[in-house]
């Protein structure tokens, strides 16, 4: 079984230290378009690295695991990224938030992340176009730099250079640190503002891959049935209260059974049903966190609530508001259902009674973390053809193939 230790990066330096690390890191939500912009505006200042130009001009190829460079993957909670090398830089790229702490842990998977890789190849200069793409919360900042510190790993973020184990370093790291907070909070309030604003013009404030099989996000950004859905998707209710089929089975029957949803068709071609997904689990765990919405249309988001001390944010009232307590925001939203509902509330209960055990080597988050063998899923390699994986089911540990292309992303 290959160890995490050799399998890091194929080909990466034998030295304990490696000269350069560049970090290009943009939020989960930005996608792909942010980080082709983030790829340039990092590389464009590095020109003086070697091979930097072909790095640049290969784009967002690593992400996808194509190109010419040989990739190591990752994925932990909502984080997802490839740590690659080409004569002698090693380049990590993230798609993930560098605030948010993990489901049920203390830390995020991103600056986890960046701490095992300096920790392990201790660069001596690390590359980043703004500290906000390193950190972007005080809470997560100090295990950064204690790294940092450790490796005596000179910081360049953009022209400026940052020497933590020196006084002045120290002090402009915690500067840095308080800015992109602080920047960070005003960017929360802005967005959740405007999240607000949407809602109590009665449209639907997330986009249309939030939105279940069966229905469908129109023109207006108001959520409708999906009519040519409705029996494919009772079929797959049925199916999920069938606890002899594996969570794999029932997306499969399912698929067959024409269920298909805008993200997968993104994902894998126009064609693609729920027999085409990757991580079933995954998918059984979203479905099963929708079933309330198949019972009776309500569908209800939850936000904490980011203006500490209001008790009223426009239209809508704070929840649970206290001098200690910023308190909570409820949007609800009634959706229409078929003519007889989606399925008997007995089908309904016995799907969200699905063995956790079924799902439990693609959770991510919380107790799922805790209860999965340690090295699940954090140990990836290439051939020419097709990327594999190594998972967990729970009793043994699993080596998954898929072909290369598009970097797997979570179905919700």
Not at 246 to 271: F, K, N
Not at 331 to 350: H, I, M, N, S
Not at 371 to 389: F, I, N, T
């Amino acid at each position: 079984m290959p160890k995490r230790q050799k399998r890091v990066v194929e080909g990466a330096p034998k030295e304990s230290r490696i000269e350069h690390l560049v970090v290009c890191r943009e939020s989960d939500e930005s996608g792909y378009v942010l980080m082709e912009g983030m790829i340039g505006q990092t590389l464009g200042r590095l020109g003086h690295l070697p091979g930097v130009d072909e790095v640049l001009a290969a784009g967002l190829a690593p992400l996808r695991k194509e190109g010419p460079f040989s990739v190591f993957s990752y994925r932990k909670g909502g984080t997802q990224a490839v740590l690659f090398e080409h004569q002698g830089v090693m380049y990590l790229y993230s798609l993930g938030s560098a605030a948010k702490a993990n489901i049920g842990e203390q830390e995020n998977a991103f600056v986890s992340l960046l701490v095992d890789v300096i920790d392990k190849f201790r660069p001596k200069n690390l590359y980043v176009a703004t500290f906000s793409r390193l950190v972007r919360s005080t809470e997560f900042a100090g295990s950064l730099q204690g790294s940092l510190k450790r490796a005596r790993t000179l910081v360049h973020i953009g022209d400026v250079v940052l020497d933590l184990n020196t006084q002045d370093g120290m002090i402009r790291w915690s500067v840095f640190s308080l800015i992109a907070d602080m920047e960070r909070t005003l960017i929360v309030q802005r967005l959740f503002a405007g999240r607000c604003n949407k809602y109590a013009r009665g449209k639907y404030i997330l986009g249309d891959n939030s939105v279940p099989p069966g229905y469908v996000l129109n023109g207006d950004d108001v959520v409708e049935l999906d009519k040519d859905m409705v029996e494919p998707v009772r079929t797959m209710l049925l199916l999920m209260a069938d606890h002899e089929l594996s969570d794999r089975q029932v997306l499969a029957e399912a698929g067959r059974a024409g269920v298909t949803s805008l993200t997968i068709r993104r994902l894998h071609g126009d064609d693609a049903t729920y027999s085409d997904i990757r991580n079933p689990g995954g998918v059984i765990s979203t479905l099963v966190e929708w079933l309330p919405t198949y019972a009776s249309g309500v569908c209800e988001l939850v936000y904490p609530n980011p203006f500490p001390g209001a008790r009223q944010i426009g239209s809508l009232m704070v929840e649970g508001a206290t001098e200690e307590e910023a308190g909570k925001v409820r949007l609800r939203y009634q959706w229409p259902v078929p003519k007889d509902g989606w399925a008997p509330a007995e089908v309904l209960a016995a799907a969200a009674r699905r063995a956790p055990h079924r799902r439990e080597s693609v959770q991510s988050g919380g107790a799922a973390h805790r209860r999965r063998k340690p090295l699940a899923g954090w140990v990836s390699w290439c051939d020419e053809r097709h990327q594999y994986q190594l998972m967990t089911d729970t009793s043994m540990y699993i080596i998954t193939r898929d072909p290369l292309g598009a970097i797997d992303k979570e179905v919700e």
